[in-house]
Antibody, heavy 119, light 108 residues
Framework: QLQLQESGPGLVKPSETLSLTCTVS??????????WGWIRQPPGKGLEWIGS???????YYNPSLKSRVTISVDTSKNQFSLKLSSVTAADTAVYYC???????????WGQGTLVTVSS | DIQLTQSPSFLSASVGDRVTITCRAS??????LAWYQQKPGKAPKLLIY???TLQSGVPSRFSGSGSGTEFTLTISSLQPEDFATYYC??????????FGPGTKVDIK
């Protein structure tokens, strides 16, 4: 059974860089069929797609966040990572990692991790 | 950019009710639409893809329909475990995509 698990600091200071890692188990991140992505959800609000990455390193980002986002992949560790720079309180959210399946939908999700931006 | 709207944003219903949620796209997206269910404190769960195809393991009381700009998610007989927030997602802009704002289904 495929599992995804987010990890990283739960508190980040304003203007600093948010860094999270998603570890994939029960399957290979190097499968040619899938993309891997990050989605966030501010408290009490809806879902926002951040970006996606293919095992080869090809990336696609939400245009509204593109200037601050970097997503990378480490196939040797079966992990992919998110960096979001110059954070503000508006970046406080639960961050989810997910697999984008062959139908294009997000068919496996991590449990999510709350990241609070505060001094 | 393709924008999605959902209606209603909130609905109150009873167990056994038939519930319909609508998702509208700002431009045609063929059948490139999915539906997710999210319960408090949990990650979203995929219910339907390609507008009307039920994801494996999802109860048959859930169904989806529509194409182009208007889509519906129907729960034929609402069960206690169905009280949640439902989101639509468009995949027409692949590899970019967007979510709708959500519809919360609450107990009457």
């Amino acid at each position: 059974q495929l599992q995804l698990q987010e990890s990283g600091p739960g508190l980040v200071k304003p203007s600093e860089t948010l860094s999270l890692t998603c570890t994939v188990s029960g399957g290979s991140i190097s499968s040619s069929s899938y993309y891997w992505g990050w989605i966030r959800q501010p408290p009490g609000k809806g879902l926002e797609w951040i970006g996606s990455i293919y095992y080869s390193g090809s990336t696609y980002y939400n245009p509204s966040l593109k200037s601050r986002v970097t997503i990378s992949v480490d196939t040797s560790k079966n992990q992919f990572s998110l960096k979001l720079s110059s954070v503000t309180a508006a970046d406080t959210a639960v961050y989810y990692c997910a697999r984008r399946g062959i139908t294009g939908t997000l068919d496996y999700w991590g449990q999510g991790t709350l990241v609070t931006v505060s001094s | 950019d393709i924008q999605l709207t959902q209606s209603p944003s909130f609905l109150s219903a009873s167990v056994g009710d038939r519930v319909t949620i609508t998702c509208r796209a700002s431009q045609g997206i063929s059948s490139y639409l999915a539906w997710y269910q999210q319960k408090p404190g949990k990650a979203p769960k995929l219910l339907i893809y390609a507008a009307s195809t039920l994801q494996s393991g999802v109860p048959s009381r859930f169904s989806g329909s529509g194409s182009g700009t208007e889509f519906t998610l129907t729960i034929s007989s609402l069960q206690p475990e169905d009280f949640a927030t439902y989101y639509c997602q468009q995949l027409n802009s692949y590899p970019l995509f967007t979510f709708g704002p959500g519809t919360k289904v609450d107990i009457k």
